[in-house]
């Protein structure tokens, strides 16, 4: 006989299950709107992309007095002059602050005298000093052309590779590009960097 006063023990299993799968449900469509309202306000984070670099046309170009050299540049990465001395970089995804350099572009470019040393002299210092400092000599000093521009050029390395390119600069001065560009996650940085040397000339 049913309880007049309550439920039927099928009636209250039944309830039960009722009110679970309708819990479900509104568990399910709370979660599922949230998600979406999360998405829609902080998405999920995409690798860096790669600096254009299939058209210099757009690109920016730098002229510097100081040193009496241009290039070209894309818009994204940082150029800044301090003195005698021109950085270019641009920071890969895995580059954090107050570190050394590990992901990224990374060009200089300076001038100064040969201090009475031919080139080949001036550079083959550069070499030593990469020795002296702990650096090992990754492919020997060799003439080198930079757009129609004679020097030499060698590569070193210790916690990361670099090259040195070495020009003459007008009377007994020297012209150096230092290439210290790594792209560990093959972001394309060092065709961006063989890009902005390509537009290279001398001013003066």
Request: aromatic share 12%; no cysteine.
């Amino acid at each position: 006989m049913p309880n007049q006063k309550g439920f039927t023990p099928a009636l209250i299993i039944i309830l039960i299950a009722v009110l679970g799968i309708g819990g479900y449900f509104v568990y399910s469509n709370s979660r599922t709107k949230t998600a979406s309202s999360v998405n829609q306000t902080n998405p999920t984070p995409k690798p860096t992309e790669s600096v254009s670099f299939a058209d210099t046309t757009n690109w920016k170009r730098y002229t510097s007095s100081n040193l009496g050299f241009s290039i070209k540049y894309p818009a994204e990465v940082t150029l800044e002059e301090k003195d005698n001395l021109v950085l270019v970089s641009f920071w890969g995804p895995t580059q954090k602050a107050n570190t050394e350099f590990y992901d990224g572009i990374n060009l200089s470019f300076t001038s100064g005298s040969l201090k009475d040393k031919t080139l080949k002299e001036f550079a083959d210092s550069g070499v030593e000093q990469t020795k002296l400092n702990g650096g090992v000599i990754v492919k020997p000093l060799l003439p080198f052309v930079l757009n129609g521009i004679s020097g030499y050029a060698y590569q070193g390395g210790s916690q990361g590779r670099f090259t040195r390119i070495y020009l003459t600069s007008g009377r007994n001065q020297y012209f150096m590009i230092s290439d210290g560009t790594v792209d560990p996650t093959e972001k394309g940085f060092q065709k961006i960097t063989d890009q902005i040397l390509s537009t290279f000339k001398f001013t003066q």
